[in-house]
């Protein structure tokens, strides 16, 4: 009889879907066209800016005025289109390309309840999510728990890739700090709204893989508690592209070229290790620890080819009071196979908070 590691196949899948992904010739690796020169010095510079010297002072954020169309409604609930011009600073918006200035989003409500007695939690894209559906069929359930679900169109994802981009492939370093500080800007913006707009009673955030990393900091830096669901996802970008499968897909020689210009004896461990420098910024154990850190859940898998236990764990450490929960696959077949556990962490997540004190 032959026993078969379930483990270890789930291992095996996600190193065979990476291979597909990121070691074939289909499409360019990852950061083809190098660093990205200026871009990602003022991208260093801006992210440090999240973290403000006096509490309160990066809040409120812009206010939006979504303009909005109904794609379909039935006798319970509405689907909702909307699109705001981005809220990022004028310098950021400048370094963005033209596509991705206009921020899109999908908003699926309950209808005939009123907002003080609804949630709404925010839905961020994985890496390679380009469209809404995936995240509107993770939210669609919610409805009977009167949980609407509002789903952000990344920058650089979607109708708002740029022409020159292939699929998810950023093409500079400085893509990735940037997708990351304007999804976090324009985050905070559709809560601030979904809070004094739409009066919704409590509020999350949550997304998968990338999108978990995006939720984390999100739920950090928002003044008040909100329910922070990270899925599937590292403490930090340094994982998924110098130890996960992404590794493979990176183009580390264009990086060491683009490097080598002004220091011509670079080898490709220097690139790494330069790289490692670089994403440290995106290390959510930097991040003030969220204001009810009960109310974070993540999902990680067992058996994860792109992101190891240990930076799930280093995350938990750094948020004392959060939880961690484990279903059993690797990054695909969980992405696959366990919305019912991600929907479970959502309602958990969001019961307990307080409802907000309803209008008079």
């Not at 690796?29 to 990602?40: D, E, I, M, Q, T």
């Not at 440090?48 to 909005?68: R, T």
Request: net charge neutral; glycine share 8%.
């Amino acid at each position: 009889m032959v026993t078969i590691n379930i483990g270890m196949l789930h291992y095996v899948i996600d190193h065979i879907y990476g291979a597909f992904m990121h070691r074939t010739k289909i499409s360019p690796p990852f950061f083809s066209r190098g660093w990205g020169g200026s871009k990602l010095e003022l991208l260093e510079r801006m992210i440090k800016d999240l973290f403000p010297e006096v509490e309160g002072q990066n809040w409120p954020p812009s206010l939006i005025q979504p303009a909005w169309r109904t794609v379909w409604e039935t006798r319970n609930a509405c689907l909702r289109e909307g699109v705001f011009r981005t809220t990022c600073d004028e310098q950021l918006i400048s370094a963005m390309p033209p596509e991705s200035h206009t921020a899109r989003v999908a908003f699926l409500a309950p209808k005939h309840v009123p907002p003080h007695k609804m949630a709404c939690v925010v839905h961020l894209a994985g890496t390679g999510d380009h469209s809404f559906d995936r995240r509107l069929h993770l939210g669609g359930p919610l409805l009977k728990e009167n949980i609407a679900t509002m789903v952000l169109e990344s920058p650089f994802y979607g109708r708002r890739r740029p022409m020159m981009q292939h699929g998810s492939k950023l093409l500079c370093v400085s893509d990735l700090l940037l997708l990351g500080r304007a999804t976090i800007d324009e985050t905070r913006s559709l809560l601030h709204w979904l809070d004094y707009e739409a009066g919704f009673g409590k509020m999350g955030v949550c997304g998968l893989s990338m999108g978990g990393v995006h939720a984390a900091m999100v739920g950090s830096l928002h003044p008040t508690p909100v329910a922070t669901l990270p899925f599937l996802s590292p403490h930090s970008a340094v994982v998924a592209f110098c130890e996960g499968i992404l590794r493979y897909g990176t183009a580390w020689e264009a990086l060491r070229e683009d490097l080598a210009v002004q220091k011509p004896a670079m080898t490709l461990e220097d690139v790494r290790e330069r790289m490692r420098n670089v994403l440290s910024l995106t290390d959510v154990t930097r991040f003030p620890i969220p204001k009810n850190p009960n109310a974070v859940i993540f999902v990680a898998a067992t058996d994860d080819g792109y992101i190891p236990k240990h930076s799930v764990l280093e995350l938990q450490k750094a948020w004392p009071g959060s939880e961690v929960r484990w279903v059993t696959g690797g990054h695909v077949s969980s992405f696959l196979l366990h919305n019912d556990e991600f929907r479970r962490a959502i309602v958990d997540g969001l019961n307990r908070l307080e409802w907000k004190e309803p209008p008079f």
